[in-house]
């Protein structure tokens, strides 16, 4: 057996340059790098180890392992997570980081990553596996157990968790890692650990393990007894509705679904992963369902008698919290690859298998059965459809002032971005609204990350994406000009979280366009705090009155987040208040969008009106409001709260009649 002599961490980034993703999709075969580079911030506890292994990588073979630098821990992760969705899973990057704080600032990324069962593999830098100078600089000392590290905190927040001790640990290390990694069904942050002396020791590695290896995404087939079970169901229905969700596109089954509606008169509502899943104008797509849904959905979903969730996981804006699904006699069909979604909310029947695998069996099993929505079902998706869809119109066309409504600002910038260009979002109210409202006509036109909707995640996360769509150009034999843009809209509040991985776009002159919301406090969490009795504290960006001790009162904070923008070397377009507002912004979308793709990021601000809010979802969401208290607003809000906690439901399954 022939070997090499390497270090730990040389032989991680050669191990990594050489796996390969194969995807068979209808017979159309795909294989691409798994991991086509990493992100990185040294410090002592990566620099000499996976650093050094990094830079030989460089100087020997430039494009075996690319290494792009990063400005915050935290954002390379989002960053990763962006590319990996956009690529359907397909790929991620790599982190690494070194360690204390460098690594555990990769923990918020890493519970995003597995809450949105999205590939990230991560790199968290240890202290010295011999302890020959404990206590090393950032090291968490715990009396009672030695052996617990500041890396120990990616355990419960990883779908894989390994710590390398000894270099012969990193053979079955980074196979394990890959294996969940690519696995559909168990994929989230992989972490591998690897202390700071390991890194540098030497290790005897077989050619073999350095060999190019391929990883294959399985989609396995569903089984003819729960296709049986299933149409069984379904055939029954009067009223019923597929949810579609972000499984829908992980099984690359968006035009699957749209023939199974299309051949059934079934509608389609989707929950925020699974937008643009169908078109927003299709005739039997309701839109966004749940909290942030639309009244179609919604109205719709109250009297469903059988519903066909896909690749969803049924998060409580979905559900409305449980309150969604009135109809007593409702039943649900679960597709999912994972098991524990396929089984939620007491499922009838449960089909553990690839989306896109599944519904051409419920297609040709309900259309040879002669199935066909009722004609008064047909009429209610018309006429709630068009009610919704006027509702909408009227939002867009407001023309508020002095400041125009963040609606309108949606609704500009849709109109001026093209079919396959990606929005991003992740918190605040914005996610919300363009749940509601974005009018969506291409699969990969909306990236809204709401598993964990961590504020910050927007910019960062959107560079992933932007990496992603040139990468996409490219191997279709495009130039990166002719990619699709990447337009993030984020609130002031998120912006300040994290914004710093706009210099990273700015070293590598890529075009991000960022669409910024000015409105001085946090509208979203404002909002929710008035609904619920709490008067909007806090969330106001206002100077302290010292004498109430409130920032609810004092004037606005003098930040100029354009200013700021600019500080970096980003170009800022100011769009300013009065009556031509929205369309200065329409002007300002286009000249962004008219740059070169080498022209670095571009913002766009614009001042927006705090208070204006979308349509009604006529809906709601669980948020606890105090039982007792001396606030006339928060006992009014608990009147409310408990009307809409009568109408929860626990959806545990069918009752059964004794024999």
Do not use: C, W
């Given at each position: 057996m022939s070997t090499r002599t390497l270090s730990v961490a040389q032989a991680t980034v050669e191990f990594l340059a050489n796996q390969w993703t194969v995807d068979v999709v209808d017979g159309e075969r795909s294989e691409v790098r798994t991991i086509p580079g990493m992100h990185g911030i040294f410090g002592h506890g990566?620099?000499?180890?996976?650093?050094?292994?990094?830079?030989?990588?460089?100087?020997?073979?430039?494009?075996?392992?690319?290494?792009?630098?990063?400005?915050?821990?935290?954002?390379?992760?989002?960053q990763a997570v962006g590319y990996a969705r956009h690529t359907r899973r397909r790929q991620t990057f790599a982190v690494t980081a070194s360690i204390g704080p460098g690594s555990t600032n990769m923990a918020t990324g890493a519970a995003l990553a597995t809450t949105n069962r999205l590939p990230a593999l991560l790199f968290a830098s240890d202290e010295f596996a011999t302890r020959a100078s404990d206590p090393v600089l950032q090291q968490l000392e715990l009396p009672h157990s030695y052996d617990v590290t500041c890396a120990d905190i990616f355990r419960p927040i990883s779908r894989y968790f390994d710590r390398v001790q000894r270099p012969e640990q990193l053979f079955s290390a980074l196979l394990n890692g890959m294996r969940v990694l690519m696995d559909p069904a168990e994929t989230g942050a992989v972490t591998i650990s690897l202390p700071q002396d390991v890194q540098a020791e030497r290790v005897v590695v077989p050619d073999a393990f350095l060999a190019p290896r391929q990883w294959r995404i399985r989609r396995p087939e569903p089984e003819d007894v729960d296709i049986a079970a299933a149409l069984d169901v379904i055939r029954d229905a009067k009223q019923p509705l597929i949810i579609a969700g972000g499984g829908v596109h992980y099984a690359f089954a968006t035009e699957k679904l749209r023939a199974l509606a299309e051949a059934t008169g079934i509608p389609v509502s989707y929950t925020q992963a699974g937008v643009g899943s169908m078109d927003w104008d299709h005739e039997l797509c309701l839109g966004a369902l749940g909290s942030t849904g639309s009244t179609a959905s919604n109205a719709y979903a109250k009297d469903a008698d059988v519903?066909?969730?896909?690749?969803?996981?049924?998060?409580?804006?979905?559900?409305?919290?449980?309150?969604?699904?009135?109809?007593?006699?409702?039943?649900?069909?679960?597709?999912?690859?994972?098991?524990?979604?396929?089984?939620?909310?007491?499922?009838?029947?449960?089909?553990?298998?690839?989306?896109?695998?599944?519904?051409p069996y419920l297609q040709s099993g309900l259309t040879s059965a002669g199935y066909r929505v009722p004609e008064p079902t047909a009429d209610l998706i018309r006429s709630e459809r068009a009610r919704w869809n006027a509702a909408v119109d009227e939002s867009f066309s407001i023309r508020n002032e002095p400041l125009p409504a963040q609606t309108e600002i949606i609704g500009t910038v849709n109109e001026a971005m093209d079919d396959q260009d990606v929005v991003i979002c992740a918190a605040g109210s914005l996610p919300g609204d363009l749940h509601k409202l974005w009018r969506v006509k291409d699969s990969h036109g909306y990236h809204v990350e709401y598993a964990f909707s961590c504020m910050g995640y927007e910019i960062a996360g959107g560079l992933g994406v932007k990496r992603a769509t040139m990468a996409e150009a490219v191997a279709a034999g495009r130039d990166p000009e002719d990619g699709r843009d990447v337009v993030v809209m984020v609130g002031d509040g998120s912006y300040l979280m994290m914004h710093t991985e706009l210099v990273t776009a700015v070293a590598e002159r890529i075009k991000l366009i960022v669409v910024l919301l000015q409105n001085h406090g946090y509208a979203s969490i404002g909002s929710l705090s008035e609904s619920l009795g709490s008067q909007r504290f806090g969330t106001k960006y206002r100077y302290l009155e010292e004498e109430t001790h409130n920032f609810e009162e004092g004037d606005p904070l003098p930040v100029d987040i354009a200013a700021n923008a600019e500080s970096l070397g980003v170009k800022v377009i100011r769009v300013e208040p009065g009556k031509s507002s929205i369309d200065d912004l329409a002007r300002a979308v286009a000249e962004a969008k008219a740059l070169p793709a080498s022209s670095g990021p571009v913002m766009i601000h614009i001042n927006s009106d705090l208070y204006l809010d979308a349509p009604d979802s006529e809906s709601w969401w669980d948020v606890p409001v105090a039982s007792t208290s001396e606030l006339e607003s928060t006992q009014t809000a608990y009147t409310t709260y408990a009307d809409h906690k009568s109408r929860q439901r626990l959806l545990l399954g069918e009752e059964r009649k004794n024999a």
């Open positions: 990566n620099l000499a180890g996976v650093g050094q292994a990094l830079k030989q990588s460089q100087v020997k073979a430039p494009g075996l392992m690319p290494y792009f630098q990063g400005r915050n821990e935290q954002g390379l992760v989002h519903v066909i969730g896909i690749g969803t996981r049924y998060e409580d804006f979905t559900t409305a919290s449980m309150t969604v699904f009135q109809n007593s006699a409702v039943r649900f069909v679960n597709v999912n690859i994972t098991s524990m979604d396929a089984y939620k909310l007491g499922a009838s029947v449960q089909i553990v298998a690839d989306a896109g695998k599944t519904i």
